[in-house]
């Protein structure tokens, strides 16, 4: 079974509705991440979360929020979806340290009509 | 502003050339990394270099860090089918605000045609 998994894996919504992208690590980690991917700009932070209690804004937080429900499970939302979200997007775990691997789910296609 | 520049973004071979892929930046780096990503999956990471001049060998791939930790190179010798993905450096920054956080470059996609 996969470490990290994402649902959904693809999701096409219309502007302005609610949206939420769902994490699950059985890594046991503490650190967990949300990235976006678009062509050319290589993976941009969005939120980012080092224990259950700890959130903070990556680069690019605007028009997200998170929940950090348990240490396992980490969730990505977009209050009202706008079609500049489009975009293939990641969840991510680490380990401790300042020189920790960062382990990915398989992404989802998510596409704001 | 990307605070790490990779190049080429695209790189289109035939197996069996070589080729070498940069990360640059402005920036110090306390450490850089190499990931690989397929289609439908997440990036995998390759390899990880903290010591500025830091060489590392993985079979093929050859992975350096510049002695002033600003930069980072990739090379592949004889390269494979099997070596089509997209490559992407990410950088991590000591202390203050970006401890534990990853700067990734744009990403270089590489094609090896058989």
């Known amino acids: 079974d996969a470490d990290v998994t994402q649902t959904p894996r693809n999701r096409i919504t219309k502007t302005g509705k609610r949206i939420m992208l769902e994490c699950s690590q059985t890594?046991?980690?503490?650190?967990m991440y949300w990235y976006r991917q678009d062509p050319g700009l290589g993976l941009r932070l969005i939120y980012y979360s080092f224990d259950v209690k700890d959130i903070n804004k990556g680069e690019i937080s605007d028009g997200y929020s998170v929940s950090r429900q348990a240490q396992a499970k980490f969730s990505l939302s977009l209050e009202s979806a706008i079609p500049n979200q489009t975009a293939l997007y990641f969840c991510?775990?680490?380990?401790?340290?300042?020189?920790?691997?960062?382990?990915f789910g398989p992404g989802t296609r998510l596409t704001v009509l | 502003t990307q605070l790490l520049e990779q190049s080429p973004q695209f790189l289109s071979i035939q197996e069996g050339e070589n080729l070498t892929v940069y990360c640059n930046s402005s920036s110090v780096f306390s450490s850089l990394q190499w990931y690989r990503q397929e289609p439908g999956e997440g990036p995998v990471l390759l390899v990880t270099v903290v010591t500025g001049g830091e060489v590392k060998k993985l079979k093929r791939l050859t992975f350096q860090f510049g002695d002033a930790r600003k930069d980072s190179s990739l090379h592949i010798t004889a390269a494979q089918p099997g070596d089509t993905g997209l490559y992407l450096c990410a950088g991590a920054r000591a202390g203050g605000t970006s401890y534990g956080k990853l700067t990734f470059g744009q990403g270089t996609i590489l094609t090896v045609h058989p």
């Open positions: 890594k046991g980690h503490d650190r």
């Open positions: 991510a775990t680490s380990g401790d340290g300042g020189v920790s691997t960062q382990y």
